[in-house]
């Protein structure tokens, strides 16, 4: 096999039909796919991420009625949310059906399920005729992938398969919401806002996914150390008088005002949309040498706005 691994979307079908894993796209962040009906092809996903078994899977399918498929027990408020948001970047957690292996859910009774926008990942789903399970196609605790490039760099000697589909629109992973408590509880904030949410099925608890030093995590998987870049990145406000190291970059939001120069802007206009989009893209342009430090402009917590600060807070170095 050469490398990188690219693969078309009939190929790539093939290739996850028959046990292999393979990157492909879509509309949140670059997955890396897998039979999530077949333990050997989770297995490789794992090893190939080097993530640790604790931390469960999303499976993700190509039509509604395949929900049925993979979880039981469904609240009246889940199909709700599917017929509204989905396709798109909204996974809802949901019993799981016996078919679906311990390895997908780290051994919970539940499954995390996705019905993915781009076409490309539909049409892959839908040829593989199988549910795939697909975290993102990047090496455990780092920057996820929003290119097939991204996906080159740090998984291409590792995989089947990369299927190419251009850049992610979203950008961010998707909205994580969870059934198992009377009051549905957001694990994840992603595109679909607690607001959007809420104006469908009403009231919807967001929990913190960011934990303080010493806490419990709140759910599998949401880690207080992800998404980071190599060159340390720090969000938040500077300590009064702290010297920032030579060759420090500011990732900018807006027209913030501060005296080191942008190096680059998430978006000028201060768009959380365009702003989602660029965020990895831009975390990956900025984690080169001769940089020391990337220090990013605070972004309004409302909206679109939560997931961001969510995925930079966990980028973020903890203390100076
Ligand atoms: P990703 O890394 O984008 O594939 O996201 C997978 C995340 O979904 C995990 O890290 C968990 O936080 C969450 N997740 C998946 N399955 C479950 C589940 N059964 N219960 C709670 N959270 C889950
Ligand atoms: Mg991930």
New binding site residues.
């Given amino acids: 096999m050469s490398y990188p691994p690219w693969t078309s979307v009939s190929e790539a079908a093939a290739l996850l039909a028959s046990g292999h894993i393979v990157a492909i796209p879509t509309e949140?962040?670059y997955?890396l796919a897998g039979n999530a009906l077949d333990p050997l092809a989770l297995a490789k996903i794992f090893a190939a991420k080097g993530?640790p078994v604790f931390?469960?899977?999303?499976v993700h399918i190509a039509d509604i009625n395949s929900l049925d498929n993979v979880a039981q027990d469904i609240p009246e408020a889940a199909y709700t949310l599917a017929r509204t948001f989905w396709p798109g970047p909204l996974?809802m957690?949901l019993p799981?059906k016996p078919c679906i292996p311990d390895l997908?859910?780290?051994g919970?009774?539940?499954?995390?399920v996705r019905l993915p926008q781009h076409p490309i990942a539909q049409d892959i789903i839908r040829q593989a005729e199988v549910p795939l399970a697909?975290?993102?196609a990047n090496l455990f605790k780092h920057v996820?992938p929003t290119t097939a490039e991204h996906v080159a760099d740090q998984l291409g000697s590792k995989i089947d398969g990369i299927v190419d589909g251009g850049p992610c629109s979203v950008g961010v992973?998707?909205t994580?919401i969870?059934f198992?408590n009377e009051i549905p509880v957001i694990?994840?904030p992603g595109a679909i806002t607690p607001l959007m949410i809420e104006s469908v099925i009403g009231k919807v608890i967001l929990k913190n996914?960011t934990s303080n030093p010493g806490e419990a995590m709140l759910?599998?998987?949401?880690?207080d150390t992800h998404y980071q870049p190599h060159i340390p990145l720090y969000y938040g406000d500077l300590p009064k008088g702290y010297v920032l190291p030579s060759n420090t970059v500011r990732l900018a939001f807006g027209n913030t005002v501060s005296n080191i120069p942008a190096s680059l802007n998430l978006s000028e206009t201060g768009n959380l949309t365009e702003a989602t989009a660029n965020l990895y893209a831009f975390m990956h342009k900025l984690d080169v040498e001769p940089n020391r430090f990337i220090l990013v402009d605070p972004i309004p917590n409302e909206g679109l706005g939560i997931a961001l600060n969510d995925r930079l807070k966990r980028a973020s170095i903890k203390r100076l």
């Avoid at 931390?55 to 999303?58: A, E, H, N, Q, V």
């Avoid at 919970?108 to 995390?112: E, G, H, I, N, Q």
């Avoid at 759910?219 to 880690?223: A, E, H, N, R, Y």
């Fill in positions: 949140t962040v997955g993530r931390d469960p899977l999303i996974t957690v799981k997908a859910t780290s919970l009774s539940t499954v995390a697909a975290p993102s996820s992973e998707s994580i969870s198992q694990l994840r996914s759910s599998p998987g949401t880690m």
